[in-house]
């Protein structure tokens, strides 16, 4: 078993960067959305490798299923620049009489966005519930975009301790970020007022995609942002959003921790763990034409 999965994985591998080497179907509408992303960044993938991981298996009708999980690595050259991408997905393969039949992922990107906290989805707040105390309002801070760009670098595939994990974890990933940055927290125990993660609880703008989306474009005091109008203006340590359906819901953000030839960022993100992936997401199974971003600089009071 485990070596019929290192051929698939192998293959899939190949198909990357041997035009010769056919893809198994299972792959071939994702390396093609890979490769087509690539290109149009003037840019070409020069090496993949890739690690698996059994995480269970069962048996079920006299089909062999086997879960697990497995980390890329996508080595890219950029008008000589070369960028190390990652990705961490969960897939399960069926194999029946030692042949794989299917092999797909436990949760596609598009499923894992589309469903981030459905129970407060069509939740949102105003500018009324920004309205801070005294204290709050005469607080600055200090953005170290080095010390937030660190964190996302230390935790894009692993988790803090010291915060709540979610099993959709991508805006609470990049509060986190903002947070150890040194963005201050304000609003507790208010879920709908301000920015908070506190004794158990949090602010719905906090964990939730939208939520985040809507503080950044109106908060007044404490984390401050700042809405520019192209990707290149983003700084280290600054967040896009993205509305994959363009219907003004926004379902995902990301922390922009690097730069390529071009000045545009390369993003890090949770819940589909990425690193350093190219900021437009259209390699993406959400990805749609009707796809709309939203770019914050973090506002730094020094």
Sequence with gaps: MKEILQDLLQNRLDAYVKPSVK????????IERKLLSVQNRK??????SGKGKIIKNFTEDDVEKVQYQVRMRYIINQNDNIYLEERVEERQAEIFRFTIVDDYPLFSEADILENEQPTVRDFHFGPLDMYPSEEEERKGYHYDRRRAVRYAETFWNSYNPKYKKFQDNCTNFISQCLHEGGAPMRGYPNRGNGWWMRNNNWSYS?????????????????LRAKEVSSPEQLLLGDVICYDFQGDGRFDHNTIVVAKDAYGMPLVNANTYNSRMRYWAYEDSSAYTPNIKYKFYSIVDDY
């Excluded at 893809?23 to 994702?30: G, I, K, M, S």
């Excluded at 840019?43 to 993949?48: L, P, Q, R």
């Design 23 to 30: 893809a198994q179907r299972f792959f071939a509408e994702e």
């Design 43 to 48: 840019a070409e993938i020069v090496k993949v």
């Design 206 to 222: 906090w964990t939730v995609a939208n939520s985040l989306r809507y503080y950044l474009q109106n908060s007044k005091s404490g």
